[in-house]
């Protein structure tokens, strides 16, 4: 989990169907792509879990268990 503008960031783990979601204090919004497992847009596909999140330059990456580190939009 990451703090980013002002929101708490989580990842999820399930198989092919990772996805990323923005706590605001009060609801749970998922901010990855409509496609489960797609972290973001043009992104790779079937990832089944996010196990880190860092905020760099103001922009938000997660980490991911299938190996690669993509920008989350």
């Known amino acids: 989990m990451v703090e980013f503008n002002g929101n708490?960031?989580?990842g999820t783990y399930k198989p092919s169907g990772a996805e990323v979601y923005s706590y605001n204090g009060s609801i749970w919004t998922k901010?990855?792509?409509?496609t489960p497992g797609q972290i973001s847009a043009g992104g790779t596909t079937g990832i089944s879990g996010v196990n880190?999140?860092?905020?760099y330059n103001n922009e938000l990456y997660a980490g991911t268990i299938t190996p690669?580190?993509?920008k989350a939009e």
């Not at 880190?52 to 905020?55: F, I, K, N, R």
């Open 8 to 10: 708490l960031i989580a």
């Open 31 to 34: 901010i990855s792509q409509a």
């Open 52 to 55: 880190a999140l860092t905020v």
């Open 68 to 70: 690669s580190i993509r």
